[in-house]
């Protein structure tokens, strides 16, 4: 069965390509490397490069691939920049989806597993998360992906879709050593080039009301979400009932200082961060569960903290 990875050239969709690989199940890519990489994508994966904008692209892929279900990865995905960049955001996470959507509907496609985010949730006044917790997203980057996932449910509703959302928080690790993080806005990435750089790391915030004082997250490895962006394409594949959203949470989450002297003990540069001012608008705690996903899509931590830090320093380091 072959499954079109949109954004398979990014850190998360290269991952996913390698999942479905690995479960025996063919992947095509399509990227227009607005943040992914050619490297990401292993020899011998079909590569279409370009725009899920593009019409009339994804539905040549479609019919030349005879592409069965769709995991829809590609996306604007840095909130912060959404502030600032509204329109773009909605362009490439609203209006692609929507032209996702067409493409699909147009070619007979009638399965998507689509790579929503916690962000959805905006703040959320609860000690853990679930599916039901009220949604208000505080960016547009929260906002479109809250109405893809109103799409896919329309979609669903008016010419028999299947689909399921998948949300989640912060994405870290590396499966392999020839896929890494390279956003220049995630914690990580930021962490590691400060340190190679000769920088001291930063914390925003050492007063909150948590056992250390910083930012509690949920923080969950690549390679674990990749296999149940596979497990959800397999149950639709086989028509097995799906729930319309999954939570990919931890359950009890690690802090900002917990990964900080993670990293100095594996990195072994040791070193004290800097703490700065808090950000506006950050909560003390947000975690979600993740039992839902457990039950239907093969979802658990598989990594401790120190391999998510260690998988991801090696990586970084072969780059």
Known sequence: MTWLVTGGAGYIGGHVVRALSDADLTPVVIDDFSSGHRDFVPEGVAFVRGSILDGQLLTRTFEEHEVEGVIHVAGFKYAG?????????????????????????????????FS?????????????????TPKSPESPYGESKLIGEWLLADQGRAVGLHHTALRYFNVVGSGTPDVFDTSPHNLFPLVFDALLDGRTPRINGDDYPTPDGTCVRDYIHVADLAVSHVAAARRLAA?????????????????????????????????????????????????????????????????????????????????
Do not use: C
């Not at 996470?93 to 070619?107: E, I, K, S």
């Not at 939570?247 to 900002?256: E, K, Q």
């Open 81 to 113: 920049v959404s502030v600032q960049q509204p329109l773009h955001t909605y362009a490439q996470n609203v209006t692609g989806t929507a032209t996702l959507l067409a493409a699909m509907a147009d070619a007979g496609v009638d399965k998507v597993v």
């Open 116 to 132: 929503s985010s916690a962000a959805v949730y905006g703040t959320p006044d609860v000690d853990l998360v679930t599916e039901a």
């Open 239 to 319: 028509g097995e009932p799906v729930e319309p959203v999954y939570n990919l949470g931890s359950g009890d989450g690690v802090s900002v200082g917990e990964i900080m002297r993670t990293v100095a003990d594996v990195t072994g540069i040791d070193f004290t961060p800097e703490i700065a001012p808090r950000r506006p608008g950050d909560p003390a705690r947000i975690v979600a569960s993740g039992e839902l996903a457990a039950r239907d899509l093969d979802w658990r931590m598989r990594h401790t903290l120190r391999e998510m830090v260690s998988s991801a320093w090696e990586a970084r380091r072969a780059a």
